[in-house]
């Protein structure tokens, strides 16, 4: 295993400067998703060199996308330009989020409304989800399902599951260890993907007549 990860972030830090963003998308603050997305940035920090930029959706201040989104109306969305100028400038995300009754939270849900092709636009995304049991499982599937249609963001093949959260990150457990080497090995795969679809968001042209993902 650690020579795999050696290999991948030796390949990650080819690039000069590598920019990931981590979205918690929890509706409470503080949350558990909350404790994972730091440890998330620490481990892109530490482990890859990144910078990262780590936004918690429930402190944001956004408000809940409506037609008067596009034209920017109203003070709910004054705090969108700085975000969208962070996106702009990433080359990766991270989406951790909960599962609340089987869903991803609403905040998580809007915040895939928010955001176009021009902020996440071809740039890959790992999800995290987080579950204080077992579950987790089907918020991956619903935004896999239809989370980058019109954003056009790339959900890589990896996913991570952080169960019963409150036994693990940051603190050790006898589970623990092998949750942090996945997780450390999806962050890897992610930053491969960030060089990769680098030369694509280089190249594409969008054609406003297909500018949707269907």
Same mark, same amino acid.
Do not use: F, W
């Given at each position: 295993m650690l020579d %795999?990860?050696?290999?991948?972030?030796?390949?990650?830090r080819k690039r000069v400067t590598v920019k990931v963003t981590i979205i918690v998308g929890s509706q409470r603050s503080p949350s558990a998703s909350l404790r994972v997305g730091r440890y998330v940035a620490g481990e892109l920090e530490d482990q890859f060199e990144t910078d990262t930029f780590?936004?918690?959706?429930?402190?944001?201040?956004l408000g809940f996308w409506d037609t008067d989104f596009s034209a920017k109306n109203g003070p709910q969305w004054e705090n969108w330009a700085p975000i969208s100028d962070h996106l702009k400038t990433s080359d990766a995300l991270v989406l951790v989020f909960p599962e609340w009754g089987g869903m991803a939270p609403p905040i998580m849900k809007n915040f895939m409304l928010l955001a176009s092709k021009d902020e996440i636009g071809d740039k890959p995304a790992l999800l995290v989800s987080v579950s204080s049991g077992m579950g987790g499982s089907y918020p991956i599937a619903?935004?896999?399902?239809?989370?980058?249609?019109?954003?056009r963001v790339c959900?890589?093949?990896d996913?991570?599951?952080?169960?019963? %959260?409150?036994e693990v990150l940051p603190e050790s457990m006898s589970c623990d260890l092998e949750i942090r080497d996945r997780l450390r090995y999806h962050l890897g795969n992610t930053l491969l993907y960030a060089d990769a679809l680098a030369k694509v968001r280089e190249s594409v042209v969008y054609n406003p007549l297909y500018k949707f993902g269907l």
């Open positions: %795999v990860l050696s290999q991948i972030s030796h390949v990650a780590l936004l918690e959706l429930a402190t944001s201040g619903e935004l896999r399902a239809s989370a980058g249609k019109n954003s959900l890589i093949p996913h991570m599951i952080v169960r019963k %959260v409150d």
